[in-house]
């Protein structure tokens, strides 16, 4: 598995690499798909070169993508082994112009993420991780392990575009804010200590927490659902995920401090 790590670096960079080409550069084709999300010329070409790069690292495993038609239950149910993609997540960030989106790759063995790469392309930074590896982070070649942060006061990632209220109303416990844009950077905050939280309320793919999932792990945190259950993969006929949080150090009392039933009135 190591062994597909350092190629999939570098095809997650040739993928964030003909994003910047098309971001800030007159018409990004934008459109919208049939589930409502927008979709863009620098989605497609992202997925182009990860699809056709990953196809020739390694024929036999098959591919999952948000940019591809997704096979039904029964033809993918049996795959042990799969890519899942993420070419570009934030595209509305990206339409933006914040800067704040990343290309996501995950290895999926047997029902769970193994391997993990998201490149943020707009600061040349890439997060990595494999099981029972480690975590890491590298920036201008220079790369070092991440690890969540030891409890202290809470810190929460948000979406600059998300009214806090949203998210609020699920915890119990004070807390500050730092703002980051894409689903997979607001994980990598987390991983990396910037962040000790974050609460997504709202429609996502699985694609959107393969890759965090392994590197928020790895990094001594963990991914579930809303109801404090492990996330799924390849399990069901929908890839939609459910609401999800993104924890920190495991000493925190989590179950605690977040209440998925307590809405606001």
């Known amino acids: ?25 007159g018409d990004i084709g934008q459109q919208e798909k049939s589930d409502h999300t927008p979709v863009t010329k620098a989605d497609l070409a992202a997925n182009d070169v990860l699809v056709a790069g990953l196809k020739a690292l390694a024929p ?40 704040d989106f990343a290309v996501n790759i995950a290895l999926i063995e047997n029902n769970r993420p193994v391997l993990g790469v998201i490149y943020w392309p707009a600061k040349e930074t ?16 220079i790369e070092q392990q ?21 998210v609020s109303q699920y915890l119990n416990a004070q807390f500050t804010t730092v703002a980051v844009g894409s689903c997979s950077l607001k994980a990598c905050i987390v991983a990396e200590g910037k962040a000790d939280c974050f609460l997504r309320i709202g429609p996502t793919g699985e694609w959107d927490t393969g890759a965090s999932q392994i590197i928020v792990e790895e990094a001594g945190g963990c991914i579930t659902d809303a109801e404090f259950n492990p996330l799924t993969y390849n399990q ?30």
């Open 60 to 99: 036999d495993i098959p591919i999952m993508s948000e940019e591809t038609p997704i096979p039904a239950l029964a033809d993918r149910q049996d795959w042990q082994r799969y890519w899942l993609l993420d070419p570009m997540d934030g595209t509305g960030e990206f339409i933006l112009e914040s800067g």
């Open 1 to 25: 598995m190591n062994k597909l790590l350092e190629p999939c670096i570098e095809l997650a960079q040739s993928a964030g690499a003909a994003i910047m080409a098309i971001y800030k550069h």
């Open 146 to 166: 991440i690890n969540v942060a030891t409890p202290d006061n809470l810190t929460l990632a948000v979406s600059r575009r998300q009214k806090i209220e949203a």
């Open 126 to 141: 890439t997060y990595f991780a494999s099981y029972q590896n480690g975590a890491f982070k590298r920036v201008a070649g």
């Open 236 to 265: 069901r006929e929908s890839t939609e995920n459910p609401d999800f949080i993104v924890m920190g150090h495991p000493d925190w009392e989590w179950q605690k401090m977040i209440n998925p039933h307590q809405r606001a009135l």
